[in-house]
């Protein structure tokens, strides 16, 4: 730097020792520095006031007022805060560091006759970020003063500068406390109202955020007049597309209003101060506040920079609320989209990041497996029109959906009229096939007073057959890139399958494996009805008749029945057909008994090799 510059820096040295602030102002002479020296803090202060130098290099522990309080008073000050400040220790330190940076000083340097020369370097880059900071000096001569601050406004100068910083205390301990609200809009919004309310006595204010919707939250005194605020509401409107520079003025019909009149504001009811303050954390979502008053002496600078510093805290939890909003949107979106294909479990897996929408996951499981349809529900659809039975099914769907998922078990896809439904994935409990029995129970309760606005065929009862089987399969999310569905796979889904089939065939309305019947807990009625090898399968499967335990049949039918069964499955078919000719004698309509007599029939005339009880259907 030329010593030869018309128009020096100032530089304000202010040690205690006078060595040390000869040695720093010979060194900053040399480098063509104006340099002005203070021994204390009320000489540092009363030298800026004068002087209003581009830098000051202040001890930190200089007598009267040290070097940290002489920061934060500079700082502080509206008219020198574009002062940068060194402040100089005798060894570096974290806990010096720490202090020089929350005192908002620009360095922290420790001198020696080493480092000297690096001093002016330091003083540039702390003077050019303050002129980042603060873009313009403009007002530096009209803010000096010719003769040296009184003791009352030096006094009035550190007075007004402890007042901002408490006034930002309150501010900052506010915006804490509304932290606990940035998962709600409104009550974050509340929050900030209730600490403007504390920095300035509005008649009407507004705070409109351009989020999606739009929101606006308005509060006003109670004796402002609707015509007043209707205004205010207007001007509101306009400010907020001006000065945001938005290319419309919002969908406004749609926006999310809140208004309150919590306040009681004397001074009349005709506005005659406004000013809005826009705020952009964000050009996605930037908001503004609009504060308007009756007193037309209400507003003053310092109000002005006190909302401002307020604005910018709360922006930062304004932005974390719309930032929330917006993920609740997403992921609400999310599980509606993925709910008609996904259980609720896994769905909760991918947004949790525990399992990745595009994975295939495979998983060996024992799984209950619930399959019901409708019977003759082919020619029910041909007699009505599309839309009535797809608003019927509809209907049904929903009410057999809400009883599955009572029980613990999740709808893993609609076929047609059939459900089928899971019990042990993608939760697993240790009574699967005790739920899954006790929601069929609850199903076909369910139909009794099902309002089914169909036309029906002539003598036809509206009927489900459910079929039950428990065992291992594979579970996993299988599909394509295209088109993914969690389900099951394996055996056991097609031997459920078949035994919802065979509830025609033996005119039951639910069916059990004996897989199922083993994990039965609440004393259900079950009675044996046979055992079938189902269609593509070598091992026979034992199938139950599950009842209501308060729908017993007649302890006299029961106790012939399963001596007829007995005898049936040991092969003494001519004795089986006596105790089933009994059992029909009791109940005509026993399509089970109808079934295995006339087996019976056949097999005591052409005994069957290698009779194990068991017989093969041939069809599904």
């Known amino acids: 730097m030329s010593k030869n510059n018309s128009k020096k820096k100032k530089i304000l040295v202010a040690f205690d020792s006078q060595t040390m602030r000869n040695l720093i102002s010979s060194c900053l002479e040399n480098a063509g520095y104006k340099v002005i020296q203070a021994k204390d803090g009320v000489e540092l202060l009363s030298a800026v006031s004068m002087e209003h130098p581009e830098c000051v290099l202040v001890y930190i522990d200089l007598p009267v007022i040290n070097g940290y309080n002489a920061s934060r008073i500079i700082k502080n000050s509206a008219q020198l805060k574009d002062i940068a400040i060194i402040i100089c220790a005798t060894e570096e330190t974290s806990v010096y560091h720490f202090w020089s940076d929350n005192t908002l000083s620009n360095g922290l340097f420790v001198p020696t006759a080493e480092n000297l020369s690096e001093l002016p370097m330091l003083i540039e880059n702390a003077i050019i970020i303050n002129e980042t900071t603060f873009s313009s000096r403009a007002q530096k001569n009209a803010l000096q003063n010719k003769k040296p601050p009184t003791q009352n406004e030096l006094l009035q100068l550190v007075s007004n500068a402890y007042d901002k910083e408490l006034f930002d205390l309150y501010i900052i301990q506010s915006a804490y406390r509304a932290e606990l609200s940035v998962f709600n809009m409104e009550s974050l919004v509340r929050e900030m109202i209730k600490t403007i309310s504390g920095v300035y006595n509005y008649a009407a204010l507004a705070i409109i955020i351009n989020a999606s919707p739009i929101f606006e939250f308005y509060d006003k005194a109670q004796n402002l007049s609707s015509e007043e605020f209707e205004d205010f509401r207007q001007i509101c409107h306009s400010d907020f597309a001006e000065k945001l520079e938005l290319h419309n003025e919002g969908n406004w019909q749609s926006a999310k209003k809140i208004v309150t009149n919590n306040k009681n504001v004397s001074g009349g009811e005709k506005l005659k101060v406004y000013e809005a303050f826009p705020v952009i954390p964000d050009k996605n979502h930037p908001f503004t506040i609009h504060v308007s008053s009756c007193r037309a002496e209400s507003f003053n600078s310092r109000t002005h920079e006190r909302i401002e510093f307020l604005t910018s805290v709360f922006s930062k939890l304004i932005q974390r609320a719309i930032t929330f909003e917006k993920a609740n949107k997403a992921e609400a979106e999310m599980r509606k989209a993925f709910s008609h294909f996904l259980p609720p479990k896994i769905i909760d897996d991918i947004i949790s990041g525990g399992m990745r929408a595009t994975a295939t996951v495979g998983e060996k499981r024992e799984v209950a497996i619930l399959i019901t349809d409708i019977r003759n529900f082919t020619t029910i659809s041909e007699i009505n029109e599309a839309e009535d039975v797809v608003k019927f099914l509809n209907n049904y769907f929903a009410i057999m959906g809400r009883i599955i998922k009572k029980h613990g078990g999740t709808i893993d896809k609609f076929m047609g009229d059939a459900i089928m439904a899971l019990f042990g994935a993608p939760e697993s409990y240790n009574d699967n096939g005790n739920r899954a029995a006790n929601a069929a129970l609850e199903m076909h309760e369910a139909i009794k007073d099902l309002q089914v606005n169909l036309t029906l065929p002539k003598n036809y009862t509206f009927s489900i057959g459910t079929g039950i089987h428990y065992g291992a399969t594979i579970v996993g999310s299988i ?142």
């Open 479 to 620: 599909g394509s890139d295209e088109k993914r569905e969690y389900t099951v796979i394996g055996d056991n889904v097609n031997i459920a399958s078949r035994i919802e089939g065979l509830t025609k065939i033996y005119g039951a309305q639910i069916i059990i494996s004996e897989s199922v019947k083993n994990d039965l807990r609440d004393g259900q009625y079950v009675r044996h009805l046979d055992n079938v090898r189902v269609k593509g399968k070598s091992i026979p499967v034992a199938i139950y008749e599950l009842a209501k335990k308060d729908s017993k049949l007649d302890e006299e039918f029961l106790h012939i029945y399963n001596k007829a069964i007995n005898q049936y499955m040991i092969g003494n078919f001519d004795r089986a057909v006596e105790y089933f000719n009994a059992t029909l004698k009791i109940k005509p309509d026993d399509k089970a008994s109808k079934v295995l007599l006339e087996r019976c029939k056949v097999y005591s005339q052409n005994h069957p090799e290698n009779w194990d009880g068991s017989v093969t259907l041939t069809t599904k």
